[in-house]
């Protein structure tokens, strides 16, 4: 826990109103593309099995990740099984015991509701409470988000939810469902980094998922609508978004927002080259900050090696700065929690270095302050 505590900031983030706003309207405005048939049906031939089966309902903890240009936000990446929320949370109340019982009512609550409306969809009936719930996570004691699992699941249980944090492994699951330790489990909160359900440990959990026995949240559909870093290029493609009936407000707003996107195949690799201080380099089927590239540190033959089909190339928008005047002045970004088109709040994550992370001495999350 002391290592889950020294990845919150003394610093404090400030984030103006109106570009909080902004990154509100495009969370909405991205919800509301998601939900158009014909956008799910342009994208479906790129997607996976898993990522075509809609279960009829949506993703918890969906993460929106913002870098503040001096030109305005500017969206750098979505996520499903965005975490942190907890973390983020502790930087606003340090003197929190991070226990369920010290989270505010409101909070609770919200969190709460998602979880309900989930198991509600899932089952068609009005919101309602899972009976027993598995938070899943790869080796999930050896990750550093561990305690916030443990609260979630300290969460669930005063809530009258039976709870277990478990492997893969430690379930049995296929098609007739999921059960952990003999014990039917109705609603999996998905922490695992397989999103699309492809490696050998999931499959169990693939097989309960398409034959509509078990509520999996997030889910593969949501990754594939709105997480798959290949999105990131229609989004920044107007006239396919026109084409797509999306109106003209919101195509403004993405047009501003979401920085131009394509894949390297589709862009000439020996120019690119030459302007390659001015991007970024990301693959699309990794999570985080993972083999994220500035292409200012590129060298040339990882250049070379980058894969033309798995590879987004994103024009660089360069992060704000928060503790200019410290001695450790961190690069900022700004997380938006959010389920289906409602906000659960704001966080900051300042880091040094290339690329977010939690290692950096007196960075990690950090309160936010709007002005």
Known sequence: MSEFREAVS???????????????RLVRTLYHLGRLESYRQLIAPELPATARFNPGHDSVMMGYDFHLTEDGARLIEVNTNAGGSLLSYLAHVPESALAALDLPHRLKAQLLRSFAAEMGSFGGTAPERPGRIAIVDETPNRQF?????????ELFRQWGSEAVIADPSELEAG?????CRGERIDLIYNRHCDFYLESEPMAGIRAAYLSGSVCLTPNPFTYGL??????MVLWSDADQLARLGLGEAERTLLAEIVPQCHLLRDMG??????ERKGWVFKPVSRFGSRGVLLGRKVSRKRFEELEAGETLVQRLAEPSITGE???TPMKTDFRLYAYRSHILGVAARLYQGQVTNLRTAGGGFAPVRVV
């Not at 098609?175 to 059960?179: I, K, L, N, P, Y």
């Not at 709105?226 to 999105?231: C, E, F, V």
């Open 145 to 153: 988000l561990y305690p916030e699992m443990e609260v979630f699941s």
């Open 175 to 179: 098609a007739a469902g999921v059960s």
């Open 269 to 274: 690799r020996e120019a690119l080259w030459k």
């Open 10 to 24: 003394p610093l404090i983030a400030t984030l103006p109103r109106r570009e909080l706003a902004h990154m509100i």
């Open 325 to 327: 005047d410290s001695e």
């Open 226 to 231: 709105l997480a798959d870093k290949r999105r």
